[in-house]
């Protein structure tokens, strides 16, 4: 009996509705739907402005161009929100006053990638989308070949880099190299090899483990990567071209660290021995002085110093590990 009235009480409240919608559409239906009948709400949470206001406002006039509320075609117009590329729902309805509602959720890019001439967005659910003319939305930059199934995966690491201080600190951009994604860092010109998209957690904490024991005592830098691809420990490779207290590097020249520094030339000493032999001539005829003359002392000559070649750049990929 119970469920006999609960089924008989939705019935008679859906013909409620149903009477009250016609009997508006009727009394509306003449009515013009102008700027000041038209709610526009966007539902995302994280603001973006791929469309705004206005351009929906367009579609609805472009879409019932009589502009009367009893020749708009809603299932029609909501089909063609949602079309939009940059749009992820909508939801269009009237109110009992006339009133068009249009509820609309846009995408989120959780990351830009560019590969190959392509350059277009990703969000959340692995949706491809096109970039805007009118709008650029901060968020990582990945390049490489990154297939589409792997679109959820990197965005589940671009989302736990965005949550943490510490990645967010260090790593600005995401690229692939044939299978082995790297992480690009905001300090040196050193990046953090990850290899595939597996265990992110224990690999960032990994090379966090590196930076607050090891790398915060040196120049960054000193390395070309830092890999934690591997378990259990950490492979740096260092850069060939880096020196201590090289004023080029620090410069941040890498093509110019590859010029050998100039050895400064060694002075050659020059003996002349002839004023010593006139000395020596002179004396011999001077009268109260002994005849005898004086023996010649030749100075000693300094040994040429040899130059010194240009110190050869140190051989390139020279690993070091810490377990």
Do not use: W
């Amino acid at each position: 009996m119970k469920n006999k009235y609960r089924i008989l009480k939705i019935a008679i409240t859906v013909i409620i509705l149903g009477f009250l919608l016609s009997f508006s559409l009727k009394k509306f239906s003449g009515q013009k739907i102008t700027d000041e009948k038209i709610s526009v709400k966007m539902n995302e949470k994280t603001p973006v402005y791929f469309i705004d206001e206005k351009d929906i406002k367009q579609i609805v006039i472009k879409e019932n161009p009589s502009g009367k509320v009893g020749d708009l075609n809603i299932p029609e117009l909501e089909k063609k929100i949602n079309a939009l590329p940059a749009v992820d729902s909508a939801n269009v309805y009237l109110n009992l006053n006339g009133k068009l509602n249009l509820d609309i959720k846009q995408r989120v890019p959780v990351f830009r990638l560019n590969y190959s001439g392509k350059d277009f967005y990703v969000d959340e659910k692995g949706t491809e989308f096109p970039i805007s003319k009118t709008y650029s939305h901060p968020c990582m930059l990945v390049t490489g070949d990154v297939k589409k199934d792997e679109y959820e995966k990197l965005a589940e690491l671009v989302d736990k880099i965005d949550k943490d201080d510490f990645s967010k600190k260090y790593f600005i951009g995401i690229s692939k190299y044939k299978d082995s994604y790297n992480l690009l860092t905001s300090e040196g010109n050193y990046k953090v090899e990850i290899g595939d998209l597996d265990n992110i957690e224990l690999k960032v904490k990994g090379f966090r483990t590196f930076v607050e024991k090891y790398l915060v005592f040196q120049d960054p830098q000193k390395y070309s990567m830092v890999s934690v691809k591997y378990q259990n420990q950490i492979v740096t490779t260092l850069n060939p071209y880096f020196k201590e207290n090289d004023s080029i590097l620090k410069a941040g020249h890498k093509d110019l660290a590859k010029t050998p520094v100039a050895v400064a030339p060694v002075k050659k000493t020059e003996v002349n021995l002839k004023p010593a032999a006139k000395k020596a001539s002179s004396a011999s005829l001077k009268p109260k002085e002994s005849t005898k003359p004086k023996a010649v002392v030749k100075p000693k000559e300094k040994k040429k110093t040899p130059e010194k070649k240009p110190a050869t750049a140190p051989k390139p990929k020279t690993k070091v590990r810490i377990e």
